[in-house]
């Protein structure tokens, strides 16, 4: 059994599971490139990070408890936020597309554009009782979890006053906080972003 005293820390090259109350490591991997962000979902730890010189971003999934690695991409191209629900990721990449992703293969199901390049900036996604929208000041889209397709829900149309830069749902939604992981080593560095869809957003877990 686990420690509940236990946290995921990422180093260059490394990504690893401590036991603060033994002061080792309950398991450690090696891993391509430097990790950024770590997040965790049910079992599930997922690692975003770039190669040394910042010029491709690599993303890995473990198995939390045991430090097994799933898979390694670099399809995502940017640093994203993940929301999570069942077995899948949805987000938003860096062409402004909703994606989603499995996440035992780490294969991308989907990639759909959903507004027009001036406009889809404006949305945010969230997840709240199953369902996947996206949301803006003027509208809000319901997400077809199959096939990526959006339709307008009237109901949620306005309502809300000014620019929305962030949404959370509740209930069944699977988005929690950002944590960031310092760089070891000359000119490595933390990395955290935030915003819209298209903007290369931070991470989230549901824990």
Request: net charge neutral; glycine share 12%; hydrophobic share 30%.
């Amino acid at each position: 059994m686990s420690s509940s005293n236990e946290v995921f820390l990422g180093q260059k090259k490394s990504i690893a599971r401590y036991d603060l109350e033994k002061k080792k490591p309950t398991w450690s991997q090696t891993i391509e490139g430097i990790p950024g962000i770590i997040t965790t979902y049910n079992e599930y730890l997922f690692v975003q990070g770039t190669n040394k010189w910042q010029t491709k971003h690599i993303h890995h999934m473990f198995n939390a408890n045991t430090g097994e690695l799933l898979w390694t991409s670099d399809e995502i191209k940017s640093y994203i936020v993940p929301h999570y629900l069942n077995s899948s990721m949805f987000f938003g990449n860096i062409s402004g597309k909703i994606c989603k992703l499995d996440l035992d293969s780490g294969k991308i199901q989907f990639e759909e554009k959903f507004a027009g390049v001036f406009t889809r900036s404006r949305f945010s996604l969230f997840i709240s009782n199953n369902k996947v929208y996206l949301t803006s000041k003027k509208k809000t889209l319901l997400v077809d979890q199959q096939t990526g397709a959006s339709s307008e829900v009237e109901n949620l149309a306005g309502y809300a006053e000014h620019h929305i830069t962030t949404a959370c749902g509740v209930g069944m939604d699977q988005i929690s906080n950002i944590t960031a992981i310092s760089g070891h080593g000359s000119g490595d560095s933390a990395m955290v972003a935030t915003g819209g869809l298209g903007d290369g957003g931070g991470g989230g877990d549901g824990g």
